[in-house]
């Protein structure tokens, strides 16, 4: 096969579920040899499934109902399984997303490659596997072959997924979020060793992916697709810079990107579900440019410039991105609200230390990110400051009064000023109570005027409350089941917020939330802590957020401060080796 | 939308729920018409029985007729009566052993649950002395130990089933009490109480109501095979399991005598597992 034909060509694909919803819908994808295109989307645009239809696979009860997957030029749909099982691993390879659960436990390192290569019909002796192994930059010697999975790391364990979806040198490799779940620095090697890959071995990689900054380092061209469509694609330069489609635009407006803050932008709304998408453009309710022709129909396929397709009317009314400046704070007034002196905290009787002797102050008014990646202590010390974790030395004083180690031993009033904000939105309010009843019941336990007033005073606080984390109405009365997991977050908010903290600690409170939801949620904050005289303690990995919000940064690595600083001190000037890493792999698209 | 309206609008009135989970189950609205029906026998049957429960009325193991339509038993009593009347025991039995193995696992699985470490450790270590001994057997050994009687009858089976129901609640305890939610409850001081109360058993009732369902139903077959054994109810009461060990000599005399409490008793069983079995699939959609 030439360098130049198609190594995937996907056209007029349609997935249903069983319902009969189409899940994807006229997905057309090419990849060249030797070009990683990437396709971007948030959660339940249809990405995954356009992956596994490069296999000629779709998951569970939803099937393939037309449009064309040809490999290398060989036409997947319509072969019987066992010839897919010939084509899949070949020519076709694919790497999950999770390679922990992936891998099979039960099986040495080496036995993976080796029944995979015979099951092709290839030898698998010792020396084959060690090249596939050495090759994505793994120990090939013998050792390192009889480990199991559970011996390896999270980036080994992706590396030998990488290593089992190369070891046949297929056409193309479909990546499916392969560094989701990664620290930032495994993330920036794994997507190094794809990038050298492609280079060395003219291998076309699909490579999926929520995040688009992670992806604009890698990928010679994007896809975007949005409930279930390709709605734009292109070169990778040239669509970041120039976005056709709105929604890419609203995208490229919600990334956080800590090398050039900027005030985000969330797209307002929320994707609509499987079966109720709307009849003309999807993106059409959540558009600033919709217009009644989107509503009546879908857009087709239209191709703006050379190499370039978009699905929208408006392609060329699409305005370029425009980024503006973060809005100037007035600094801090000095006077520390939150201290926390000397923190210790251990686990299984000292053996794994989650905080180390950290101490730093917080000032009123002043927004104080603590960063670091899982495992660096910094959700322990936000629990210690909740009382949610007794630590085992230091002290932690709000407005100059020492907080006993426990929640209950604190005062009523000591409670009330400090609230918090979970990192998991879809686990953070009781499936029994509707929103409404979540955001009164703080007002009842801990709520000063309120309690007076009895239920009926406390739900119509909690109702204004309900009001200001912009909750559409109609929501107030849902239970979480039927509320998106920004929309959960925002509940999860004001019921932090009615009681009329002070201090508000947020724990990763948008890890879990796609990007432009994201960006909303952030927009909200930034706005509520400048109406109610906020001072935010906000824990998060992603360096980007930190610059979007915070004033100061604290660097935690392995339960110690590493550095700290103003945020753009810190971010632009890292003095740390330590934080120096961590800022040159964070994504970024400025790069 | 205002305050009230919003009151009076709340989803899920449980009747309304109970209902919407049998529709289009065939096998679960059957099996909820005859528990029903079942339950209203067992409750007004003494009403309705044409003679006394311990009154001979005619020979011993004569067979169906007009005036004894199930016949008579070993001693010459009306089958129709002594069952219309022998439910109550069997129903209420189980009732009241479940009743007390749910306070007191019900309430161990909580605490441990909910506290966790040493507490934890040490009421199901507890728990796993109890579930070492076959339940037949522990119920035998307390009945020649201590004597056969209903009380212990009654303890016997609540003690089987204390240490399912304990890791039962302590599982799903210990899921929930790591949700944000319960977290949150912690970090604004509520008490212990009101956060089992809004928290915590709201959210594994539906867990341990599906466990429940299946336990009565073996609780209702443990009880009766006590009593068919000889522990518990004395003979002269009229208890369909009692029935069936007295009648057995007559079985080829007058079969009904012993299949009329037998299928009676199969039914109950079957029907609350079926029913139980609807409500906890809903759960889990």
Same mark, same amino acid.
């Given at each position: 096969m030439s360098a130049d034909a198609a190594a995937l060509e996907i056209a007029g694909l349609v997935v249903r579920a069983p319902g009969g919803a189409a899940i994807v819908e006229q997905v057309e994808l090419t990849v060249r040899g030797a070009e990683i295109v990437a396709l971007v989307g948030e959660s339940g645009s249809g990405k995954t499934t356009c992956g596994l239809a490069a296999l000629g696979f779709a998951r569970d009860g939803a099937r393939i109902d037309g449009g064309s997957v040809r490999v290398a030029g060989r036409e997947l749909l319509g072969l019987g399984e066992r010839e897919l099982r010939g084509v899949r691993g070949r020519h076709v390879s694919y790497v999950p997303q999770n390679p922990g659960s992936a891998l099979n436990p039960a099986m040495r390192v080496g036995d993976h490659l080796r029944e995979l290569l015979r099951a092709h019909g290839r030898a698998g002796d010792d020396a084959v596997v060690q090249a596939a192994l050495e090759r994505v930059h793994l120990p090939g010697e013998r050792a390192f072959r009889r480990r199991w999975p559970h011996q390896l790391s999270g980036g080994q364990q992706q590396r030998l997924a990488i290593a089992l979806a190369l070891a046949c040198e297929p056409a193309v490799a479909v990546m499916d979020e392969p560094t989701t779940g990664l620290d930032v620095v495994t993330q920036a090697r794994i997507l190094d060793e794809v990038r050298r890959l492609r280079d060395a071995s003219g291998l076309g990689v699909l490579y999926i992916s929520h995040d688009l900054a992670a992806v604009a380092s890698i990928a010679d061209r994007i896809a975007v697709m949005y409930a279930g469509r390709v709605v734009e694609q292109g070169p990778a330069a040239e669509l970041l810079a120039r976005p056709c489609h709105p929604y890419t635009r609203g995208l490229l407006a919600s990334l956080p990107d800590h090398r050039e803050p900027r005030r985000l932008r969330g797209i307002g709304g929320a994707v609509a579900a499987l079966d109720a998408r709307p009849a003309g453009c999807a993106f059409a309710p959540r558009?600033?440019?919709?217009?009644d022709a989107c509503r009546a129909q879908a857009p087709p396929l239209t191709s703006p410039a050379a190499d370039r397709a978009v699905r929208c009317f408006h392609a060329a009314q699409t305005p370029p991105p425009a980024f503006e400046p973060l809005p100037q704070r007035a600094a801090a007034d000095g006077a520390a609200l939150l201290a926390v002196r000397d923190l210790r905290v251990s686990f299984g009787g000292g053996d794994v230390v989650a905080a180390d002797d950290v101490g730093f102050a917080l000032a009123r008014g002043e927004c104080l990110a603590l960063v670091g990646e899982s495992g660096s202590g910094k959700t322990t010390i936000a629990r210690c400051v909740a009382g949610l974790q007794r630590p085992d030395g230091g002290e932690i004083a709000l407005a100059g009064e020492p907080l006993a180690g426990?929640? /209950?031993? /604190?005062?009523r009033e000591q409670r009330r000023r400090l609230q918090i904000v979970f990192q998991n939105p879809y686990q953070s309010l009781n499936p029994r109570e509707t929103a409404i009843e979540a955001v009164a019941r703080p007002l009842r336990e801990l709520g000063r005027d309120h309690a007076a007033g009895g239920r009926a005073a406390s739900l119509r606080a909690a109702e204004q409350m309900l009001e200001r984390v912009q909750l559409p109405r109609r929501l107030a009365h849902s239970r979480p089941a039927a509320l998106s997991g920004g929309e959960l977050q925002r509940v999860a908010i004001a019921r932090a917020l009615v009681v009329e903290p002070e201090l508000l600690l947020c724990d990763e409170i948008t890890s879990a939330l796609d990007v432009s939801v994201q960006a909303a949620v952030l927009e909200l904050l930034g706005g509520l802590r400048d109406e109610l005289g906020l001072t935010l303690l906000f824990i998060t990995h992603d360096l980007g957020v930190v610059a979007a919000i915070a004033d100061r940064v604290l660097v935690l690595q392995r339960g110690s401060v590493v550095e700290t600083g103003p945020v753009g001190q810190v971010v632009r000037a890292p003095a740390q080796p330590y934080t120096q890493e961590l800022v040159a792999a964070a994504p970024s698209l400025s790069r | 939308m205002s305050v009230t309206e919003a009151t009076a609008a709340r989803p899920g009135r449980p009747l309304t729920a109970f209902r919407r989970r049998f529709e289009g189950r065939r096998a679960g609205q059957v099996a909820c018409l005859l528990l029903a029906l079942l339950l209203l026998v067992v409750v007004f049957g003494p009403l309705v029985a044409p003679y006394g429960a311990s009154e001979i009325v005619g020979i011993p193991y004569s067979g169906p007729s007009g005036s004894h339509w199930l016949g008579t038993d070993y001693l010459g009593h009306d089958v129709l009566s002594r069952v219309l009347d022998g439910g109550r025991s069997v129903v209420a039995y189980a009732l009241l052993a479940m009743a007390t193995a749910y306070g007191v696992g019900g309430v161990a699985g909580l605490v441990a649950g909910l506290r966790g470490g040493l507490v934890d450790a040490t009421l199901m270590r507890l728990m796993d002395v109890i579930l070492a001994f076959p339940p037949i057997l522990l119920l035998l050994v307390l009945a020649s130990g201590v004597g056969g009687s209903t009380a212990i009858l009654v303890a016997g089976v609540a003690l089987v089933n204390v240490p399912g129901i304990a890791r039962v609640v302590r599982a799903a305890t210990a899921e929930v009490a790591t949700r944000s939610y319960v977290e949150a409850a912690v970090a604004r001081g509520a008490g212990t109480v009101p956060i089992l109360r809004h928290d915590v058993l709201p959210n594994i009732a539906a867990t341990v109501a599906a466990d429940a369902g299946t336990r009565f139903a073996i609780s209702i077959l443990l009880a009766a095979s006590m009593n068919f054994l000889g522990v518990g109810i004395e003979p002269p009461s009229p208890d369909w399991a009692v029935m069936m060990t007295e009648n057995r000599s007559g079985l080829t005399l007058q079969p009904w005598a012993l299949l009329a409490p037998a299928l009676l008793l199969a039914t109950l069983t079957v029907t609350v597992s079926v029913v139980a079995d609807v409500l906890t699939r809903e759960e889990e959609r």
């Open positions: 558009c600033p440019l919709a217009s426990f929640a /209950r031993g /604190r005062t | -």
